[in-house]
């Protein structure tokens, strides 16, 4: 089967290259009679839910789905962070594999792929292998843990941070309406070019074989994706109690206005937890919220202790060719039923000084951040309280970008994002550690990141909301958590407040019910 580069480029490529150098190697299939959620479940199978692997999808202005989707399993490393205690895990020599502690696990990373260097080959998507994973809202503990001494229990034991290596990955192209296989080799591990393209066609053939015809026999039919009836127009179902008790949001968000009256802080997002029970598989969760809420940011991980299934639509922190980007969303109304009452919800949201005042001060807080890692002068607001329009509501949404200083990286400016303003507050650090006396649970993955970092060093993070933690349960079915929070000022109603995150909460837990109903 015909790859790129050919033979003779990757001669070329290897020839140029140092010795940490990868060079992509990529074959085209046609996608017609494959999707990513079919990709997916042929690549890991429904018995191997502890596997790590992913699913990164994406829908843009609402309705248009992103160019590329990407997946991927069999990592060749992980990193496993838990309370300064590091695992690293390498699967290609388990002799290197090792338990350590670290004071900054994103600095680990770093090391594990400092000085490999990505071969360019034309025409492949800006993402073809590397880290993906997530690093939690209490990553921030590394960071800046001397600020915040009394974080609230740990009740799940989840990693603080879980990232797993890819050298090979499945690309969707969906205006190309192909599937890009592709894996990376290292010239420098073979004794000549001609060995390296052969081992990499190799590796290709076995992708491809695993897409293509996976399983035999009566397997075959048991682990393909069975079709489900869906029906958008139920109800969400009612919620549980959350982790903070009857009346204990209302009264979080009490001693919020408090501290804000007392000049501690100007806003806080205090969050509460939901949980739920479910036969419904996890896989197919995703494959309803999918359905239920497209967003720009969808993702299906399975990492150590369970799966993240999320819907985020904001970015956290994104590096591209030496451009730091963040795009803070803040403030929200729903859609129109039609394209009149779309207008006339835009222009009442735009016109609300509460809402207007809110989103400035949170840009304000994006451009610190990318302040501390851009070239002073050149950070730039290419849009500022310009709309974004999503299935079911639009937001307030600004851009700041910067250029990078000279040595430093993209997790640098990951560093500097953790956590963004929108799920903590302002002043930052003084609102954590009152998020941290007011909740009765540390946050875990949610308003954390969750994305990937590529070979060529840009990065792609979003924030972790709308997401749902989805853990083993010793009967058998499945605990879903889901984390929603808001924004606090002087004059919020604490009912209003607490309404706001039963809605985010249950909008997720409607996929919940859908994939019950669809394909319980």
């Known amino acids: 089967m015909h790859c790129l580069p050919t033979p003779d480029h990757f001669a070329r490529l290897a020839a140029d290259a140092g010795p940490r150098a990868l060079v992509p190697m990529v074959r085209r299939l046609l996608s017609d009679a494959l999707t990513p959620v079919l990709a997916y479940r042929r690549l890991v199978r429904p018995d191997e839910r502890m596997a790590p692997s992913f699913l990164l999808e994406s829908v843009v202005g609402g309705d248009r789905i992103a160019r590329y989707s990407f997946l991927g399993s069999r990592p060749i490393a992980q990193i496993i962070a838990r309370d300064h205690g590091v695992k690293l895990i390498d699967h290609q020599n388990p002799d290197r594999s090792r338990d350590f502690v670290s004071d900054d696990p994103l600095t680990e990373m770093q090391k594990l792929v400092e000085g490999w260097t990505l071969a360019k080959v034309e025409g492949l998507p800006d993402f073809t292998g590397g880290w993906v994973g997530y690093a939690g809202y209490d990553t921030v503990r590394y960071l800046e843990g001397e600020k915040l001494p009394d974080p609230p229990p740990d009740d799940r034991g989840l990693p603080d941070l879980h990232f797993q290596l890819y050298n090979d990955v499945i690309a969707f192209d969906h205006v190309q309406k192909t599937v890009l296989v592709i894996t990376h080799v290292c010239p420098a591990d073979h004794g000549s070019a001609d060995a390296a393209y052969q081992a990499g066609l190799a590796q290709l053939d076995d992708l491809t074989q695993r897409l293509v015809a996976p399983y035999a026999g009566s397997e075959a039919q048991h682990f393909e994706i069975r079709p489900g009836h869906v029906d958008l127009s139920t109800p969400p179902p009612r919620l549980p109690t959350s982790s903070l008790g009857e009346g204990g949001y209302q009264a979080a968000v009490e001693q919020c206005k408090q501290y804000i009256a007392a000049g501690d802080a100007f806003q806080i997002v205090p969050s509460q937890r939901f949980e739920l029970q479910t036969k419904a598989d996890p896989f197919d969760i995703y494959r309803a919220l999918r359905v239920v809420n497209p967003s720009p940011y969808m993702f299906y991980l399975q990492i150590e202790g369970g799966m993240l299934v999320g819907s985020s639509p904001e970015i956290l922190c994104r590096v591209q060719d030496g451009q730091v980007t963040s795009r803070p969303l803040a403030g929200t109304r729903r859609r129109g039923k039609d394209e009149v009452e779309d207008r006339a919800l835009e222009e009442e949201l735009l016109g609300d000084p509460k809402d207007r005042a809110e989103h400035i001060m949170l840009v304000d807080l994006h451009r610190n951040d990318v302040g501390r890692v851009a070239i002073p002068g050149t950070i730039k607001l290419p849009e500022v309280l310009t709309v974004e329009r999503y299935s079911h509501v639009m937001h307030i949404s600004s851009e700041v970008v910067g250029t990078m200083r000279e040595g430093l990286n993209c997790w640098d400016a990951l560093r500097v994002s953790l956590p963004v303003g929108t799920v903590s507050g302002a002043p930052k650090v003084r609102a954590m550690q009152i998020i941290d006396e007011l909740e009765k649970t540390r946050r875990g993955p949610y308003a954390g990141a969750v994305g990937y970092a590529d070979f060529a ?31 606090i000022v002087a004059d919020s109603d604490p009912d209003a407040e607490h309404q706001e995150t039963v809605n985010k909460a249950a909008a997720l837990a409607k996929s919940v019910d859908l994939a019950q109903k669809a394909f319980g």
């Open 457 to 487: 060093g840009n990065m792609d993070m979003a924030i972790a909301l709308r997401t749902m933690v989805v853990l083993p349960d010793e009967s058998g079915s499945w605990k879903v958590h889901l984390q929603a929070g808001g924004g």
